[in-house]
């Protein structure tokens, strides 16, 4: 079978039957709205994303270094706290403006804040499958240039993709969930999109959370060779829960 093939259908198939599911719970006409809202995270949001970083990088020079400054020292290595400090800091930040600008484009009707929530969590869903498609092409090219033979079927790969269908392909649309919440309330009643603020922050900070346990906690290593990644545990942990109550929240009137 064709790698990239394989790669598509293990990075979009899961987020697209978590939409199906998000469908069956959300009534009225949610198809046409969910299925603008993934094509916007999978395709036109990482333009935004790519704007959003130049205009940043063009007004403050180089904003990772800007933030290794207010990261204590201690005994980290520099390159481990500039990862830090654009894993967990400002990627969350930039990552969820773009998908919410994505929410307010084409939420020009949202009349509650569900509404709002699910096209986030449309968004949220086709930004999570480009990004694993990205990881897992990188994975096959990896595995390619060790032994072309076994691209298609590298265990990393598989593994990879089934970490993430229940991690990442959660958090996304959780994360850009709230900021879509609060885009319709503001929406709703009329009042500026500034009033999503807060939401759009805990937007952040969940999704600062979940990189900070899937890329920074450390793991325990109990002996006997054993370690416990508690991190990946933590992320699937807060994943899941996060997505659990969108499911609420999408279904609920109110």
Known sequence: MDPLLVVLGLAFLPPLLYLAGLCLRHPGRSAGAATLGFLYGATLSLLVLAALYALLFGAVGDPIRVLMQVIPERDIARDARRDFALIVVLAPF????????????????????????????????????????????????EAAQGDPALAGVAIGVWVLAVTRAVTSALVHPAATGLTGMGIGHAKARGRS???????????????????????FFPDLDVGAGLVLPLGLFGAWLLASTAWGATKRGVAARW
């Open 94 to 141: 930039v990552e969820e403006l773009a998908k919410g600008f994505g929410v307010w484009l084409l939420g020009g009707r949202l009349q509650t804040g569900r509404d709002g929530r699910f096209l986030g969590a449309s968004v949220g869903l086709g930004f999570a499958a480009t990004e694993t498609f990205f990881y897992l092409a990188a994975g096959i090219l």
């Open 193 to 215: 999109v500034l009033r999503a603020l807060p939401w759009y922050l805990g937007a952040v900070l969940l999704h600062g959370a979940y990189n900070y346990l899937a890329g």
